[in-house]
């Protein structure tokens, strides 16, 4: 586990300092890529956290055909009413999905039994991208 110091210098943009809180998912247009595996099982999700700025991945289990995942609460609670894109599980996912940090660091005041190691940053991306889906 990587636990910075209040001294930690930020790195590629990357503020070690937040501290972590747990608030409402933000909704950000902050650019964000989603793709499928290569064995169309997963979507992986790749961006920068819009609250420390850490670079943050989310694997995603696909649900069922044609589906996205089903990884947060908030997505299983109010993802029903948001528009989904058609098609495209990945880009379907990316507009449907709550994300949380997962930058990899122990922020400042984090408990120890967090689920997602980041500065406890959620989101919803709000204008998605694909990469069309082949796994690269």
Not at 79 to 101: I, K, Y
Request: glycine residues 14%.
């Amino acid at each position: 586990m990587n636990v910075p110091t209040s001294e930690t210098p930020a790195v590629g943009g990357h503020d070690f300092g937040v501290p972590y809180a747990e608030e409402p998912p933000l909704e950000t247009a902050a650019p964000f890529t989603a793709r499928t595996s290569a064995d169309g099982r997963r979507v992986i999700v790749e961006g920068h956290c819009p609250r420390c700025q850490g670079r943050t991945v989310s694997e995603l289990p696909r649900g069922i055909p044609g589906g996205g995942g089903t990884k947060g609460m908030f997505s299983r609670l109010s993802g029903r009413d948001r528009p989904r894109a058609a098609h495209d599980p990945a880009a379907e996912v990316l507009s449907s999905e709550v994300f949380f940090c997962e930058c990899g660091y122990a922020h400042p005041q984090q408990p120890a039994d967090v689920s997602f190691m980041g500065c406890g940053a959620s989101w919803r991306a709000v204008a998605p991208s694909t990469d069309g889906g082949d796994g690269r």
